[in-house]
């Protein structure tokens, strides 16, 4: 069987993916929502934009006559993953999800633990401090009710709005990073609190390992929960997942 894979990006495991199914001849399309200004070039041909909810998707795998569809997207995407999970049941169309497995606390971690980005709004109601808030620049303005704290934001691209707090510093990387440099920006920052998504993987993990290193507490945003699905780990395991489903991966 000849696939035509929908890969819906917006990780290093998508491109990942995408550069190992150019590589065995797969063809397919790379999907990206276009929050980012320069995403990351891809082997495959890529498309950018929303499909227009449920609907949108499932009109849009019936009339590219997509095979299979990767979720690839990052673990706080969970509405693109609801669409892609009830899309895909509707129109017929094998669906995996290739994920990372959160982090999980390790001797010497300092984490408080909250369910969303609300509970992180909630823990910095308090006196000010010098924050590290690693929660991408979608998010900024959440955080406005505490404009008392130092922030150092470290993003993809420029915010597009002025952050809602007077004292912060801005940082454009797109990463990885490595422990080292990250310990060494909070102590040039005087960071007291570091606030993280718990996005799995080790493109951003630096953080985590520099505040254990600095005995500094972390405010964890728990991912959203999603009904259950067929997750795979690793590359590997979706091409295990293509050859079993009948598709040709020879080139
Ligand atoms: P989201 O809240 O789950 O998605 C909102 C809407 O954006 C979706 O309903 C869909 O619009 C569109 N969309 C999302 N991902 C898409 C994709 N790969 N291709 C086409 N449309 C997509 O997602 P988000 O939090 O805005 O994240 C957007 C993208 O940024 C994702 O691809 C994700 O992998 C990446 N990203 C997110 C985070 C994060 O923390 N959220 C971090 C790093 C990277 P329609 O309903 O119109 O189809």
């Given at each position: ?103 999980t606390a390790q001797d010497g971690d ?13 823990v910095l109601d308090q006196p000010a ?20 704290h130092f922030y150092l934001l470290r ?97």
């Amino acid at each position: 069987m000849r696939a035509n894979l929908l890969i819906l990006a917006g990780t290093t495991e998508a491109t990942a993916f995408a550069n190992a199914a150019a590589e065995v001849g797969l063809a397919g399309t790379v999907s990206f929502a276009g929050r980012v200004d320069r995403p990351k070039r891809q082997p495959l041909p890529q498309r950018i934009g929303g499909f227009g909810g449920i609907d949108g998707l499932v009109e849009h795998l019936r009339a590219k006559k997509i095979t299979h569809v990767i979720d690839a997207t990052h673990p706080f995407a969970a509405q693109m993953s609801r669409n892609a999970m009830a899309a895909c049941a509707e129109a017929g169309v094998p669906l995996l999800a290739l994920t990372r497995k959160p982090w999980t606390a390790q001797d010497g971690d300092r984490w408080t633990h909250v369910p969303d980005i609300a509970g992180a709004v909630d823990v910095l109601d308090q006196p000010a401090k010098r924050v590290m808030l690693a929660v991408g620049r979608m998010h900024l303005a959440e955080f406005a009710p505490n404009p008392q704290h130092f922030y150092l934001l470290r993003l993809v691209d420029p915010p597009k709005d002025p952050p809602p707090f007077p004292d912060h510093h801005v940082l454009v990387s797109r990463g990885p990073f490595t422990e080292a440099d990250d310990l060494a920006l909070m102590q040039e920052h005087r960071i007291d609190l570091v606030v993280s998504k718990n996005a799995g993987g080790t493109g951003a993990y630096a953080k985590i390992a520099a505040a254990r290193a600095l005995g500094l507490p972390v405010t964890m945003i728990d991912r959203p929960s999603l009904p259950e699905r067929r997750e795979a780990h690793s590359v590997a395991e979706v091409m295990d997942w293509l050859h079993h489903s009948g598709v040709d991966l020879g080139v």
